[in-house]
């Protein structure tokens, strides 16, 4: 089979660095290498584009799954967070919204946190980060109205929208803040205001959780509009958010919110209607996402039983299909479809998701 794209070398989504997560999982790792040196071999970003999933962090990320990130990537990363913190307390302190590409999983702090969270020993930055994320529960006045730290005066795509929005979801929302602050409590790394942040983000999930996007007039209206039908997904759509939950419910030791999550995963997954949306087999929002999100799910639950079949019938599917997607990378490729289907995660690849 042959890909009809040619991957982006330096992107873990879609290029050469996604494609060697697989190889290293399988210790692979002669093909791991010739994939690495296809992903280096023009340089390396350290840039403002360098993020969880581009550049000289995604390329740790991937390194330390074979624990072979040397000292020289990690000053890289860490000349990357100062210059992202830096830029963040720029903006906080100008009273400015922030954009999206600041604090998400895949371009911003976010994932950024995720990487610092996975060294061992943990980033001695990791604090500042996840401070900076805090700031983002802490309502911010904006052109006469009292808005959501996170609210973006953008739309989605980046494009102007009245109004602005606050995203919703995992990949580019505020579900992906408050997986990686949970996981961090759950871990034992404590910042003033973490527990209060993580409370502030599940709490308007509560309420917004079921739109991707919340729009200005969800905000004036007494109750959020009952949303539309939509995709169920790792990147958008309630089993991320979900998923999140239970990490908060974890993390706070509310087993309410832990069950209520664990309850909505299991209702989607149950859902004909729902599981109609879902049309190709990625990680990012397809059936190897759903699969991979479902198994953690399941071993964090004191009824992990109760999804056994749910993640059978999710298996079956991702199985049958997976072949045909056309492009060969990770978030959006066979290669992290095949890591969801090998039903292993040995280097604790599925921390670039948040969801271990």
């Not at 900076?132 to 052109?143: N, S």
């Not at 929208?161 to 408050?178: D, R, S, T, V, Y």
């Not at 034992?188 to 919340?214: C, K, M, N």
Request: with cysteine; hydrophobic share 45%; glycine share 8%.
């Amino acid at each position: 089979m042959t890909t009809t794209t040619v991957p982006r070398t330096q992107d873990l989504s879609e290029g050469a660095l996604g494609m060697a997560l697989l190889d290293i999982e399988r210790r692979d790792l002669a093909t791991a290498r010739r994939h690495l040196a296809r992903a280096t071999a023009r340089g390396v970003s350290t840039g403002s584009n360098a993020s969880l999933f581009h550049g000289a962090p995604a390329l740790e990320f991937v390194l330390a799954r074979a624990h072979a990130a040397g000292d020289d990537v990690r000053w890289a990363v860490d000349r990357v967070v100062d210059a992202r913190l830096a830029a963040a307390h720029r903006r906080q302190a100008s009273g400015a919204l922030p954009q999206l590409a600041e604090w998400d999983l895949i371009r911003g702090l976010t994932g950024l946190a995720a990487l610092l969270l996975s060294r061992r020993p943990i980033a001695p930055r990791l604090p500042d980060v996840l401070a900076c994320l805090i700031v983002l529960a802490h309502p911010v006045r904006d052109d006469g109205r009292m808005l959501p730290g996170w609210w973006s005066p953008v739309g989605p795509d980046g494009k102007e929208m009245a109004g602005g929005h606050g995203n919703n979801g995992m990949a580019h929302g505020i579900a992906g803040p408050l997986a990686v602050l949970s996981l961090a409590l759950r871990a034992g790394i404590r910042v003033p205001g973490q527990e209060e942040a993580i409370d502030t983000f599940a709490t308007w999930l509560d309420r917004h959780g079921a739109h991707y996007w919340s729009t200005a007039a969800h905000l004036d209206a007494e109750q959020p509009p009952t949303a539309d039908p939509a995709r169920p997904s790792w990147c958008y759509g309630q089993p991320g958010i979900a998923r999140a939950q239970q990490l908060a419910g974890i993390a706070l030791g509310d087993p309410a919110r832990r069950q209520a999550a664990e309850d909505s995963i299991a209702a989607v997954l149950t859902d004909p209607p729902h599981l109609a949306r879902i049309t190709d087999s990625t990680l990012c929002h397809g059936w190897a996402g759903l699969l991979t999100l479902t198994r953690a799910v399941a071993a964090d639950s004191p009824a992990p039983a109760r999804f056994a079949p749910l993640i059978q019938e999710l298996h079956r599917r991702l199985a049958a299909d997976w072949e045909h997607l056309p492009k060969s990378g990770f978030l959006e490729g066979r290669a992290g479809a095949q890591l969801a289907l090998n039903a292993t995660d040995t280097t604790s690849w599925s921390r670039a998701l948040l969801l271990t």
